[in-house]
């Protein structure tokens, strides 16, 4: 039996239990996790959220900010050419005890290189302990192609040697991806023949431990004890996990929850109206997306894929989706990101030229599927809605739309398939503040294949090329022009449509204080207090 039916209870019951002890927040997510391993997953807010929670990394981001500071590594040094990066570890950080693990030593060197080489290094046997995941940042970002080396200086330091000068390497490695776990508990778990409970019951070093999940119901976290900032006002933080966003604010405002994420855009006014809650906003750092599969006729043509875009009336999906909260988008990277090119011109709304460019391209009787995801994202309030929309747009131009959706964990896992059939809706919440978090992860050509992050599988050199040299520079003005250059590359291309770019709304309990909104979209609970 596996460890997380053992610790599984009902949700009712979980929340009853930390509410009746102790000081309790309970947080109504919009999903459930694919799991608790922070490497290998990138579905989004719940996970990233857990990982917060659960994980540190060597550097983090500043609580509302994309600034790098330090984390478990309390100092680092850059060498003049760039291709070393020493971390100087903060000694005495604990290990999360657990009613399944119980630490023997604080956290080390060989942690942060485990932590790391098993993503890249087909090989190790963590690196498929759960058969056919995928490292999707790892890959995508070119880490096995980056890191050369990784050299442990003693317990308390770590060298990583690089292959070349990399500027987005420090935020990369900010990322939930570069979460550090527990080598020790990865030892004893595959002694024990149970690698797959690294996932499962996960063990990190961060804010708060886990206890318990019962699948698409609730995750419970307690605080950590011995965490290294100092233990968090909230003694339990509970997940109760709530896909419908009237549900979740029918829970809010009964006070069943006291934070909750991603509400309809139909109930912006009522909730910014109850005088028991607050509304945060702020613009989010994001993309939504219809992507095409580039590789499969005739999708392979950019013609091909203009005249589809020129055929959708955006400013109508924004007006009736996103109701007010989003602003429609013409670029891969959202205009609140440093880089982006507002001289692109967007492929014009025009269903006749469209109809034309289509007939000229020898397609007639087109028939495609577009796929619309099962569950609302901070980019996108509802995928369905979209899908319909863009099934109407591309009718009147005489293109059959069917609309085909999956459970979330097998959407995304069918979407990377290079040989899928059909466009994908999707999206991107950056993760680090840098363009080539967009550009390389989303479109790069080390991003295509099977479980790449590239959904339209392009690889256009000229695209390839620009970002390439972007990442090798240290010139940020000139970092500037090659993403203009390469948004460009893009707008000719249009392997995607550019659906919209979405404002970030966060409901919460008047009694909630401390919590910080995240332009990076994650949700971070550390410094979170919450009065009686």
């Known amino acids: 039996m596996k460890l997380t039916r053992l610790l599984a209870v009902s949700s009712l019951a979980l929340i009853a239990a930390g509410a009746a002890q102790s000081k309790t927040l309970v947080y109504c997510s919009e999903g459930s996790p694919e799991g608790f391993d922070a490497a290998?997953?990138?579905?989004?807010t719940t996970l990233d959220a857990s990982g917060k929670a659960l994980y540190n990394r060597l550097v983090e981001f500043d609580l509302g900010t994309t600034?790098?500071?330090?984390?478990?590594?309390?100092?680092?040094?850059?060498?003049?050419?760039?291709?070393?990066?020493?971390?100087?570890?903060?000694?005495?950080?604990?290990?999360?005890?657990?009613?399944?693990?119980?630490?023997?030593?604080?956290?080390?060197?060989?942690?942060?290189?485990?932590s790391f080489l098993r993503q890249g290094d087909e090989s190790d046997p963590w690196n498929q302990y759960i058969p056919g995941i995928s490292y999707e940042y790892y890959n995508g970002m070119e880490m096995p192609e980056v890191i050369k080396e990784i050299q442990k200086i003693d317990d308390l330091t770590v060298k990583f040697v690089l292959t070349r000068a990399e500027a987005p390497f420090l935020a990369n490695v900010a990322m939930s991806f570069a979460s550090i776990v527990s080598k020790e508990y990865a030892d004893q778990l595959q002694a024990a023949g149970r690698m797959e409970d690294l996932n499962n019951a996960p063990v990190g070093t961060g804010p708060f431990k886990f206890v318990a999940y019962q699948k698409d119901a609730v995750i419970r976290y307690q605080a950590h004890d011995e965490y290294w900032k100092g233990r968090e006002k909230i003694d339990d933080l509970v997940f109760a996990i709530t896909t419908d966003p009237a549900v979740r604010m029918q829970?809010?405002?009964?006070?069943?929850?006291?934070?909750?994420?991603?509400?309809?855009?139909?109930?912006?006014?009522?909730?910014?109206?109850?005088?028991n809650l607050t509304v945060m906003e702020q613009a989010g750092l994001n993309v939504a997306y219809l992507a095409y599969n580039t590789t499969v006729a005739p999708f392979d043509k950019p013609e091909v894929r203009t005249a589809l875009n020129m055929a959708m009336n955006k400013q109508a999906i924004v007006d009736a989706v996103f109701?007010?909260?989003?602003?429609?988008?013409?670029?891969?990277?959202?205009?609140?990101?440093?880089?982006?090119?507002?001289?692109?011109?967007?492929?014009?709304?025009?269903?006749?030229?469209?109809?034309?460019?289509?007939?000229?391209?020898?397609?007639?009787?087109?028939?495609?599927?577009?796929?619309?995801?099962?569950?609302?994202?901070?980019?996108m309030p509802n995928a369905r809605r979209t899908a319909e929309m863009l099934q109407e747009d591309l009718g009147k131009i005489g293109v059959k739309v069917e609309i085909v959706s999956y459970e979330w964990g097998e959407y995304l896992a069918k979407s990377t398939d290079p040989a899928r059939k059909g466009a994908v809706i999707l999206g991107w919440t950056g993760d680090n503040g840098d363009p080539d978090n967009f550009l390389a992860v989303l479109l790069g050509c080390a991003a295509t294949g099977d479980g790449g992050?590239?959904?339209?599988?392009?690889?256009?050199?000229?695209?390839?090329?620009?970002?390439?040299?972007?990442?090798?520079?240290?010139?940020?003005?000139?970092?500037?022009?090659?993403?203009?250059?390469?948004?460009?590359?893009?707008?000719?291309?249009?392997?995607?449509?550019?659906?919209?770019?979405?404002?970030?709304?966060?409901?919460?309990?008047?009694?909630?204080?401390?919590?910080?909104?995240?332009?990076?979209?994650?949700?971070?609970?550390?410094?979170?207090?919450?009065?009686?």
């Open 67 to 114: 600034n790098v500071i330090p984390a478990l590594a309390e100092s680092y040094e850059i060498s003049a050419d760039g291709l070393e990066y020493t971390f100087k570890l903060r000694p005495g950080v604990k290990f999360h005890t657990t009613d399944y693990f119980t630490p023997t030593r604080d956290f080390n060197a060989d942690d942060v290189i485990f």
């Open 453 to 532: 992050a590239n959904r339209a599988q392009w690889c256009n050199k000229d695209f390839d090329d620009l970002i390439q040299k972007a990442k090798i520079t240290a010139d940020h003005e000139e970092r500037v022009k090659l993403y203009e250059q390469a948004q460009v590359v893009f707008k000719e291309q249009n392997p995607w449509a550019t659906l919209a770019h979405s404002t970030v709304f966060m409901p919460m309990s008047n009694k909630v204080s401390g919590y910080i909104m995240d332009p990076l979209g994650t949700h971070n609970f550390t410094g979170v207090d919450l009065a009686d």
């Open 323 to 379: 109701q007010g909260t989003g602003q429609v988008a013409k670029n891969p990277i959202p205009p609140t990101m440093w880089g982006y090119n507002d001289a692109v011109v967007d492929t014009p709304y025009d269903p006749e030229a469209a109809k034309k460019m289509l007939e000229d391209a020898g397609v007639k009787d087109l028939s495609m599927e577009i796929w619309a995801m099962p569950v609302q994202r901070p980019y």
């Open 251 to 275: 829970k809010l405002q009964a006070g069943e929850c006291q934070i909750m994420p991603y509400p309809s855009p139909a109930d912006l006014d009522a909730l910014k109206a109850d005088s």
């Open 40 to 44: 290998p997953y990138t579905a989004g």
